[in-house]
């Protein structure tokens, strides 16, 4: 288990405003009731407590199934269905859709190995991720992976409600293995996977996926 590089900033804020508060109760809590003290300090400390926990990244060895897309964030399958794509493929596409609440590792990872065929940044809105309009109406991230047999598979950061940033290291053209880390999403959001119609789907509505573990789907 580490703490992830992109989250150092966010618990630095977190921990100095924790204390700032700390130290203002400390110099007036006499001026507030006894039982209260116990109430305030836990909840600073679960805040603080809940951003480091956040930006965890637990140590997985990766699932690898060279037929296989892994799920590429933790979280709730709450979408399967056939879509239009119209950002890259222009055509129909199975569409699953991960939905990733704050209590979930938000490291994303690539699915398939393959060289990267298109990568792109739009920013946008923050509606609830869960939304379905989400996928194109907020800010998102849209990285698209071809595998040796020229399968392409397509993947959607989405940010949320809570989350107010993307971060994406993928650059066209790089080589990327199943399982590698590619970027993270802060504070809560969603993951749409694109696939081919003729993919198997290995999951379903209200399954609990795990990023490097859990197979979304087998590709022909």
């Given amino acids: 288990m580490r703490i ?37 300090y836990t909840a600073l400390f679960t805040l603080l407590f809940l951003v480091i926990r956040f930006f965890r990244v637990p140590n997985r060895v ?31 596409r199975l569409q699953v859709s ?8 938000h490291v994303n990872t690539y699915p398939i190995d393959g060289v990267i ?20 109406d907020n800010e998102h991230n849209t990285v698209v992976v071809k595998n040796k047999d020229g399968v392409e598979v397509l993947f959607r950061q989405i940010a949320g409600f809570v989350a107010r940033r993307i971060v994406s290291y993928t650059k066209q053209n790089d080589i990327v293995s199943q399982g590698e880390e590619m970027g993270i999403i802060k504070f809560g959001s969603r993951v749409d996977l694109f696939l081919p119609l003729s993919c198997k789907i ?10 490097k573990k859990s197979v979304i789907a087998y590709l022909d």
């Fill in 62 to 92: 990766v699932n690898i199934v060279q037929n296989g897309v892994l799920s590429p964030a933790d979280g709730t399958i709450v979408q399967i269905l056939e879509s239009v794509e119209n950002e890259y493929f222009n055509e129909k």
């Fill in 117 to 136: 065929s298109y990568v792109a940044y739009h920013p946008g809105k923050h509606l609830v991720a869960s939304l379905p309009k989400a996928s194109k």
């Fill in 4 to 40: 992830h590089k992109e989250g150092i900033n966010s618990i630095l804020a977190t921990t100095a405003f924790v204390l700032i508060l700390f130290i203002g109760y400390e110099k007036m809590n006499s001026a507030f009731p006894d039982y209260l003290d116990g109430v305030f």
């Fill in 98 to 105: 991960i939905f990733m609440s704050p209590l979930n590792v």
């Fill in 202 to 211: 290995n999951v379903k509505v209200g399954d609990e996926v795990t990023s």
